[in-house]
């Protein structure tokens, strides 16, 4: 039994999009997605579902004898890096998005062997400041220990 896909609207049209061109290009990882976001139950909310969502952090095995990675889930043509970033149309991308932590999913990969990806958490790994939070300190006040221009303090 598949675990539940629950996607955020914000994210819905731009999967379905990606999922459907990837169809019309005749990519098994675009049916897959395809088949998934027909499943999901879409939530429109301020308040994001904790699910798999893209551009956000998530910690997962491919496997249970596989070690954890975190990767931000983002759209293929977001895609850079493969030590940060791991594309939707990627089979374990695929399998992972709207999923909770702690669902196991089963998924092909491009080799055409069967996979169990496990979601960990949806923090960032430690140590790591996410953008949302480098953002939103750049954007508060200064407090009363920093400069105006930015300098930091002087010496008296």
């Given at each position: 039994?598949?675990?539940?896909?629950?996607?955020?609207?914000?994210?819905?049209?731009?999967?379905?999009?990606?999922?459907?061109?990837?169809?019309?290009?005749?990519?098994?990882?675009?049916?897959?997605?395809?088949?998934?976001?027909?499943?999901a139950?879409?939530?429109?909310?301020?308040a994001?579902?904790?699910?798999?969502?893209?551009?956000?952090?998530?910690?997962?095995?491919?496997?249970?004898?596989?070690?954890?990675?975190?990767?931000?889930?983002?759209?293929?043509?977001?895609?850079?890096?493969?030590a940060?970033?791991?594309?939707?149309?990627?089979?374990?991308?695929?399998?992972?998005v709207?999923?909770?932590?702690?669902?196991?999913m089963?998924?092909?990969g491009?080799?055409?062997?069967q996979?169990?990806?496990?979601?960990?958490?949806?923090?960032?790994p430690?140590?790591?400041?996410?953008?949302?939070?480098?953002?939103?300190?750049?954007?508060?006040?200064?407090?009363?220990?920093?400069?105006?221009?930015?300098?930091?303090?002087?010496?008296?």
């Amino acid at each position: 039994m598949n675990p539940p896909v629950s996607i955020a609207s914000r994210d819905f049209g731009r999967l379905r999009q990606i999922a459907v061109q990837a169809l019309a290009s005749r990519d098994p990882v675009g049916r897959f997605l395809f088949s998934e976001l027909e499943r999901a139950v879409v939530i429109d909310s301020p308040a994001p579902p904790l699910t798999v969502r893209l551009d956000d952090w998530v910690t997962f095995r491919a496997d249970d004898d596989q070690p954890l990675e975190s990767r931000i889930l983002v759209l293929p043509g977001h895609y850079r890096r493969n030590a940060l970033h791991l594309s939707v149309l990627s089979p374990v991308g695929a399998a992972l998005v709207g999923l909770r932590p702690g669902a196991r999913m089963h998924y092909q990969g491009v080799d055409g062997v069967q996979h169990v990806a496990t979601v960990e958490s949806l923090e960032p790994p430690e140590g790591v400041i996410s953008l949302m939070q480098r953002r939103s300190a750049r954007a508060r006040p200064p407090s009363s220990g920093d400069h105006p221009n930015g300098t930091g303090p002087t010496a008296a």
